[in-house]
């Protein structure tokens, strides 16, 4: 621990104001940095949120010179810095009032394990590099004092100064001073810090900007080099289309009048920096799906509502954004194109099945260990699944209810609303497919058909109930006839009466429509462990 002191008149602590240890939360993030040597200058506001004289705040980058800490623009009368936080004390403030806490530090070349969480340098196949600021949920404080909770919202202001051969971007709006001095301006409501903080910077020649036009009310321009292919291939208006859903469904985009994508060699298949999307540039190549593309870049604009605008609650509600940007996705492509969105829900149901924990884990893991075993079960048991036990538009209303103005949501809460709008009663529901520890096991099923009468029997996760088809096949392809199962109301060992099939029935397929997350009791082995670049934040 290094602390740091000096004279109590310096700043004021003999005021006569409160004193001791204050609960604070941030409002706004003056930040100043270098490129080249990573130095930054944190001046970060707080609102007090109860009386006193010292602030503590999360803080895990190197300060070069303690002495540089400040307190309200003074020489602190007492402080400290441990590597994990900063403590300052000063004047007395009462509860409302803010002030402002400073700092000079260097920001580690490092990140969190083999995500780019953190600061890093990475090369494009051009041998271009791409320089990445990157929050993530409980990480602004790896550059610099920054309260790192996921349901804080902020305004700031960035100045970056770097080599004029380089292109910087950040959140809100870009001003380049000089060529080598690029300021960034974010005035907006609900801007949180785990995707608000960042800066991106490529080589001026690595990014030529293509204008896409208006997607909604913004005006979108991509930054790509032409060998990725990538501006080519989106398409501006199948992506306008979703952003003039979004807006009519969910209220206006939250950031202004401009959109900015950004395609570099991320690890993540996207992020969704509020107006500032960042997305792979390998989702152009040649072992990517055709709908890999289209997909993540319309799940990264859902996060700009559902992510951004509306936040986490806490680190464990981390489901509930990454499932509702896929769901988003889904439906728009279920309006489009429901090839795509039955491809879809078939490959949530494919990365369910190899989950470590449950979407809400009862062990409250850090986010590292289970960011990505979300993707596949949250989209499923938080939306298709009810949407199916109720409705789409009952599934879109509840939606509507917490989207559309800045607030900080918890999985509890939106399950509230689901309930709400359905009218189901999702107590057992989200027990048994919500919450819980260790690896959740998958229902299965057991189907047989004869003489007009489908027998279903649940043998496995007999709790986690919910509504699906059994397909009846022939031995042609075109011959299948669906036959609708409740276990959620009707119990797990059924026999249904169903219209004759007009052909021989030869086999059972269990959910061909990827309504559930169940499987055939016949197959036994999980498929591998994968992350598909669709599934990234």
Not at 58 to 73: C, I, M, Q, W
Not at 95 to 124: F, H, K, N
Request: net charge negative; aromatic share 8%; hydrophobic share 40%.
């Amino acid at each position: 621990m290094i602390l740091v002191a000096a004279a109590l008149a310096a700043c004021g602590a003999d005021d006569g104001g409160p004193t001791g240890d204050a609960t604070v939360h941030g409002t706004d993030y003056d930040y100043t940095f270098d490129l080249d040597t990573r130095l930054a200058h944190s001046v970060v506001t707080v609102a007090f949120d109860t009386p006193g004289n010292c602030v503590t705040l999360p803080s895990r980058s190197v300060a070069p010179d303690p002495k540089s800490l400040r307190y309200d623009g003074h020489a602190v009368s007492d402080g400290a810095l441990d590597g994990m936080t900063v403590r300052a004390c000063g004047g007395g403030h009462q509860a409302g009032e803010t002030a402002t806490i400073a700092l000079d530090s260097t920001v580690p070349l490092a990140t969190l394990a083999d995500t780019q969480a953190g600061y890093s340098v990475t090369d494009d196949s051009a041998h271009d590099p791409f320089t990445y600021m990157l929050s993530w949920v409980n990480g602004c404080d790896q550059f610099g004092p920054c309260d790192n909770r996921p349901d804080q919202f902020a305004t700031y202001h960035f100045h970056v100064t770097h080599p004029e051969t380089l292109m910087v971007r950040c959140v809100g709006t870009v001003t380049e001073r000089s060529p080598a001095e690029t300021d960034c301006e974010f005035p907006y409501a609900g801007g949180p810090t785990y995707s608000a903080f960042m800066l991106a910077a490529m080589p001026r020649t690595a990014w030529p900007i293509t204008d896409k036009g208006m997607w909604g009310s913004a005006h979108v321009t991509i930054y790509d080099r032409p060998t990725t292919t990538i501006a080519a291939k989106i398409d501006a208006t199948y992506h306008a289309g979703f952003v003039a859903w979004m807006e009519s469904t969910f209220g206006p985009y939250p950031y202004g009048d401009e959109l900015r994508v950004l395609t570099a060699p991320t690890y993540f298949g996207g992020f969704e920096h509020p107006g500032n999307i960042v997305i792979a540039d390998s989702l152009a190549g040649p072992l990517v799906g055709a709908n890999a593309l289209p997909h993540t870049l319309n799940h990264e604009m859902a996060h700009q509502w559902a992510g951004d605008q509306t936040t986490l609650a806490s680190t464990n509600d981390f489901v509930w954004k990454e499932a509702m940007a896929e769901y988003l996705a889904f439906v728009y492509e279920d309006m489009t194109s429901p090839t795509a969105s039955l491809a879809t829900a078939k490959g949530w149901k494919a990365d369910a099945r190899t989950a470590a924990f449950f979407p809400v884990p009862d062990e409250k893991p850090a986010l590292i260990e289970f960011w990505d075993d979300v993707y596949g079960p949250g989209p499923l048991v938080l939306f298709r699944q009810l949407e199916v036990l109720s409705s789409r538009a009952q599934v879109i209303a509840a939606l509507q209810s917490v989207l559309g103005t800045p607030r900080a949501l918890s999985v509890d809460e939106l399950v509230a609303a689901l309930a709400q709008s359905t009218g189901l009663d999702l107590t057992d529901y989200a027990a048994a497919w919500i919450h819980g520890s260790g690896a959740p096991v998958t229902p299965t099923i057991i189907a047989t058909y004869s003489a007009g009468i489908v027998h279903v029997v649940q043998t496995a996760a007999v709790k986690r109930r919910c509504k699906f088809h059994v397909a009846l096949h022939g031995a042609a392809a075109t011959e299948v006839q669906l036959v609708a199962v409740d276990t959620f109301h009707d119990g797990i060992d059924q026999m249904i009466a169903t219209t004759t099939p007009a052909f021989a029935v030869t086999s059972t397929e269990i959910d061909p429509l990827a309504e559930c997350l169940v499987t055939s009791a016949a197959v036994t082995e999980a498929p591998p462990r994968k992350i598909r670049p669709t599934q990234r934040p």
